[in-house]
Structure formats: structure tokens, C-alpha cells
């Protein structure tokens, strides 16, 4: 059987935002995708985004080239960023955060891994199938997740934005998990920060699918919708494609 062949596209908007915190990597050559969400604003979000964006796709390859297994190379790659970023924030003024979300894909052989830390979220759009592969790290989601909240509750908590796990974490766990699946042709793959997800459904991502054959086109669009639908926030998104 020969091997899936990988497209992969990307976008990212500033939205009403100041600036552009969020970055990306769709990177098919080098099989690895990347979203990632800078926190702290102005320059010391786009400063961690940036750094994810550097350090996370050579720091798997550098593990890879060790014959790490590539769940370990993920998450390696990620603490190896998140000590960099809380390097570089020791060097902020007092009191000012500096961090990023980052959902990372890798393809290795046959499999694809996909690990998130933050809320920016990862979709397999396989036929008529929509599975997010990623859990938010916000405090509303984890007390939703241990019953303490209602969905409906969960959306209206003033804590549904509030991360308690992301790159420039002082007590980022060893126990985060990366979640590993077997591509198929026709499968998409999505990576996209919350200024798109807070906007898009799962049947905009059903019907997406369908709807564009070209990546490229597709992330755009996915963009354009959450921008058009009131997402004020950067909106930023990564379609990688399976044939």
C-alpha cells in the first residue's frame, strides 16, 4: 500500500486585536503542523508564539534523528519549549505573563500525533465524523470535565478562558498526553486557536470538508467564517490533508 500523501495549508488574521499574537507551521515537507496562541499581549505573546513556532518543530526533529519515539519527541519538544519560554519571561517586567498555547502535529510513519496545551484545539474530520483530539486547559473545562459545572454553566463561567496549562508553565505536568491516530485517505486534520473555534461548529467543519478539496482554500475560508460570524481575537487555523 503507498504511503498517504500530505497537503497541508494555513491563515492566520490579526482580527480586531492590536496585533498578532497567534503563529503558525504547516509544514508538509518536514510532516509537522503547529498552532500556536501567544498570551500576555503586545509584544510578549507574539514573543512565546514565535519561540513555539522556532523551537517546537527542530526540537522534534532533533529526537527523531535519536530514534525517540515520537509520542516522547513530542512531548519533549514540548517542555523543551515551555523551559525556554519561562527563561525568556524571567526577563519580563514584574507581574507581566508571558505564555502560549500550541497544538502540535507530527507525522511519523503511519501514525500522526497530535498533543495540545492550552485551548487552542485539534479536529479529525474523518467522512461524517468530527472528533476534537485535544481537551481545553481552562479551569470552566476542568470542572466541567469533573461534573463540579453544566456545559451551559461551563460557557457562561467567567473562568472559561482562564489556562491552567500552557507553554511558560511553572508546573507543566510530565503526565500530559499525546494522542496518536492511523491516517486515512480523505481525512483532514485541524489546528486552530480559540479565536476560531469559539466561532465555527462542527457541522461548519462536516460540511467544510466536503466542500474544499484545496487546504489552503479551506483554512482560509475557516478564517474568513469565524471573522464574519464576530471572533474579535486573532483567528488562526491549519488544515492538513490525507490522499
Known amino acids: ?18 496585533n498578532n499574537e497567534d503563529r503558525f507551521v504547516a509544514d508538509a515537507s518536514r510532516d509537522v503542523f503547529l498552532v500556536a496562541d501567544g498570551m500576555g499581549g503586545q509584544d510578549q505573546g507574539e ?19 535519536s530514534h525517540i519515539d515520537p509520542s516522547q519527541a513530542v512531548m519533549q519538544a514540548l517542555w523543551e519549549a515551555n523551559r525556554a519560554i519561562l527563561e525568556a519571561s524571567r526577563h519580563q517586567a514584574e507581574g507581566r505573563r508571558m505564555g502560549t498555547t500550541a497544538v502540535l502535529a507530527l507525522r511519523q510513519d503511519d501514525r500522526v500525533y497530535v498533543a495540545g496545551l492550552g485551548d487552542s484545539r485539534a479536529y479529525l474530520i474523518r467522512g461524517d465524523s468530527v472528533e476534537q483530539l485535544t481537551i481545553d486547559h481552562t479551569i470552566a473545562d476542568a470542572l466541567l470535565r469533573n461534573g463540579v459545572l453544566t456545559p451551559e454553566q461551563a460557557q457562561q ?3 472559561r478562558h482562564v489556562l491552567y496549562k500552557f507553554l511558560g508553565c511553572a508546573d507543566l505536568s510530565d503526565s500530559d498526553e499525546v494522542r496518536p491516530f492511523k491516517p486515512e485517505s480523505g481525512d483532514r486534520l485541524v489546528l486552530a486557536s480559540d479565536g476560531l473555534t469559539n466561532f465555527v461548529t462542527l457541522d461548519d ?18 478564517v474568513t467564517l469565524a471573522l464574519e460570524r464576530g471572533s474579535n481575537d486573532n483567528v488562526t487555523c491549519v488544515v492538513v490533508d490525507f490522499a
Not at 10 to 17: D, L
Not at 56 to 61: C, E, G, K, N, T
Open 1 to 18: 500500500m503507498r504511503p498517504l500523501q500530505v497537503r497541508a495549508g494555513g491563515h492566520s488574521a490579526q482580527g480586531m486585536r492590536p
Open 47 to 65: 514573543k512565546a508564539s514565535s519561540m513555539a513556532a522556532d523551537i517546537l518543530p527542530r526540537a522534534v526533529q532533533i529526537r527523531l534523528d
Open 157 to 159: 463561567s467567567p473562568y
Open 205 to 222: 467543519l462536516r460540511q467544510g470538508a466536503i466542500r474544499y478539496g484545496d487546504p489552503d482554500a479551506w483554512a482560509n475560508e475557516l
